[in-house]
C-alpha cells in the first residue's frame, strides 16, 4: 500500500500529549514496516481519540500491512463515512475489500477515489486490477 494521504487531516491531540505520542510512535513502527506494533499503539490512540481520521487512517494502514484486511476495511469505512470525500481512505476501502472478496464494493469505491483523483497512478492501477478480478469473478 502506498504511504498515507497528506489532506490536512486532524492532528491527533495536542503536541507533546499522551495520544499525539501514540500518534507519533506508530507512524514511526508503521515506516519502519513494524506492523503488528504499530496496532497495538493506535489501537490505544483510537480507543483514546475515536474520531481523529488520522489516527484511523494510520491504524487502517497498519492492519492492511499485517494482513488484517477486514479491520482496515472497516477503519478506512469510519473515515469516509465522517467525509466521503477522503479519496485515500476511498482507496484504502477499496484495497482491504478487495482483499476480503468483496470485488464490487471495492471497484465502487475504487472508482470514486479516481473520479477525485484521476492523474493517481495508484488509484487507478488499484482499479484495474479490481475490474479485472470481477470480470474474472
Not at 476495511?73 to 482483499?99: H, S
Not at 472508482?111 to 484521476?118: N, R, S
Request: aromatic residues 6%; negative net charge.
Amino acid at each position: 500500500m502506498v504511504q498515507g494521504s497528506d489532506h490536512g487531516q486532524d492532528s491527533p491531540g495536542a503536541p507533546g500529549g499522551e495520544v499525539y505520542d501514540w500518534y507519533q510512535r506508530g507512524l514511526n513502527l508503521l515506516e519502519n514496516g513494524s506492523h503488528a506494533a504499530a496496532i497495538q499503539v493506535l489501537e490505544h490512540a483510537a480507543a483514546a481519540e475515536p474520531s481523529s481520521r488520522s489516527v484511523r487512517e494510520a491504524l487502517a494502514r497498519a492492519q492492511y500491512g499485517a494482513k488484517r484486511y477486514a479491520e482496515a476495511a472497516e477503519n478506512f469505512r469510519l473515515i469516509v463515512e465522517a467525509d466521503p470525500a477522503e479519496d485515500y481512505a476511498l482507496f484504502g476501502l477499496g484495497l482491504a475489500l478487495t482483499r476480503t472478496g468483496q470485488i464490487a464494493e471495492a471497484v465502487e469505491h475504487l472508482a470514486l477515489a479516481c473520479a477525485m483523483c484521476p492523474d493517481n497512478k495508484h488509484y487507478a492501477t488499484a482499479l484495474r486490477h479490481a475490474r479485472a478480478r470481477a470480470r474474472k469473478g
